[in-house]
């Protein structure tokens, strides 16, 4: 089976700018979560979604906004880029509400300038 | 509100000598302790979970154990292959999302 696909592999962006990042789960999977991992540090918890529905929000801006469409995809879009939004955004997926375990994609590396 | 810290920050070891990377976290009802891999520039690779205090899981030459305030991943005889940064996540009875430490960056010398 695929494991978790995310595309682009690398975005380069000017501030201001607007962005949007995709995923796709495993098959079978319907739970996709994004996080923002930067240099040196853990990922941090951006958004989970689950059968198309918001089921878990972390500390960002209003700016930071995602969606699940009923393949199970996922997108995040990031309005009004800033420096600070450079980092490495990663998708996860799991089974359903009731596994835990989650598996990542390889990520998207997002450079804004 | 969750906390993982680990340590330490970075481990060089030489091939062959065993060592322990340690996980203390703080979260209102533990649901799963998770060990993840990251080689440089990827997502991170799942190990294993852990659930409750006492239990232990085998990969090779990678063992993690849990008590109720930390979890240790013993690595026996490492190979240089083994180098990458391992991370430690936890979640809780109220939410799915996982709360991550920093990282251990291990370095493996032949």
């Known amino acids: 089976d695929a494991g978790v696909t995310q595309s682009p592999t690398h975005l380069i962006k000017t501030r201001g700018q607007h962005v949007t990042l995709r995923c796709s789960p495993i098959s079978g999977h319907k739970s996709v979560s994004w996080y923002q991992q930067v240099l040196g540090q853990g990922p941090q918890f951006i958004f989970q979604?689950?059968?198309?529905?918001?089921?878990g929000r972390g500390n960002f801006p209003d700016r930071f906004s995602a969606r699940q469409f009923p393949n199970y995809s996922s997108e995040l879009n990031v309005n009004a880029l800033l420096l600070g939004d450079s980092a490495l955004y990663l998708c996860a997926s799991s089974r359903d509400r009731g596994h835990y375990e989650q598996y990542f994609g390889p990520g998207t590396r997002l450079t804004v300038t | 509100e969750d906390q993982v810290t680990q340590s330490p920050e970075a481990l060089r070891l030489q091939e062959g000598e065993s060592s322990s990377l340690n996980c203390s976290y703080t979260?209102?009802?533990?649901?799963?302790l998770f060990w993840y891999r990251q080689d440089p520039g990827k997502g991170p690779e799942f190990l294993f979970t852990l659930y409750s205090a006492g239990e232990e899981k085998e990969k090779e030459r990678l063992k993690a154990t849990l008590t109720k305030k930390e979890s240790f991943l013993h690595i026996t005889a490492p190979k240089p292959e083994d180098s990458a940064t391992y991370l430690c996540?936890?979640?809780?009875?109220?939410?799915?999302?996982?709360?991550f430490g920093s990282g251990t960056r291990l370095q493996v010398q032949p």
């Open positions: 996540a936890v979640t809780d009875t109220g939410r799915r999302a996982l709360t």
């Open positions: 979260v209102s009802g533990l649901r799963g």
């Open positions: 979604y689950y059968e198309k529905e918001e089921r």
